[in-house]
């Protein structure tokens, strides 16, 4: 069957070239009065020279290592070696604010969360995850650029990176990483691969969704509308009303005919089967 074309560190390889991508663990702080960046990284186990590379804390975008009130600095954890962001939660915050700075549902943020039993409650210095990983700039980037490999809207980028230190739309330094929104639906996001880079054949396909009988589908298809993988269904842990996690091989029934394609992750109606949830990942595809 044919479908129309749709278009940690750790090595991912694009096109021959590896895909910046960080693993690991990343909180995401907002600066309060009196903090300082040897205070966050002893507070959160990291490292101030990382800490000052990674957020562009040198001249000529400000003064070294110095850190204002209010901005979002991006801080790597030591030895944490489990790929994922945090939000550490700042007063005035709330599930919908976030939710919408980091391109998600306030549904999904709260489902994917077990520390938050009541959307409208979450407090001060609260960690929750958000559906996004992290990219680090390379030489001749731009965000035109990131937002083409790896499918997520440019304007996503620029808000989910907006009140960070030094963070430019129009420049952004070599070194420098960025936050970049995980492709979801109200109820499905896809946790890995990450969007860009290169899949292979028995590749890990893990992820959140809130699924009517626990039953998540996926398929993937080449740029010539190939279908790599036909549609192949996995479980969540649990079914609706809660969101728990997926995760399955990909395993490819047919070798790709280009080298980038579209996977798409999805739940079927229970009244007439049409697709629901769509949640579609570009990416690389080994040949």
Known sequence: MMYQSVFFRMSYWNGGKKMPVQSGTHVIHIVLPGE???YLANRYDSDP????????????FTEAQMIMVNQALLIPVRNAYQAKTLYVIS???????IASRYATSPELLAGINDNIQNPGFIYPNQQIIIPAYIYQVETNDSIVSISSRSGIAIQQIILANSNRASFSPDLIREGYRLIIPLPSSTNIVVTSPFPGTTVQNNQRLTGYARAYEATVLYRL??????????????MTAYGAPAYSSFEDNLLFDQSPTSSEGILEVYTRSAMDGSVQDLVQVKLILDQ
Request: aromatic share 8%; hydrophobic share 35%; glycine share 8%.
């Open 36 to 38: 300082s960046l040897s």
């Open 221 to 234: 298809y080449d740029s010539n509308g190939v279908e790599v993988i036909r549609d192949t269904g996995t």
């Open 49 to 60: 020279a990382i800490m000052t590379q990674v957020n562009a804390l040198y001249p000529p």
């Open 91 to 97: 007063t005035g915050d709330t599930i919908w604010s």
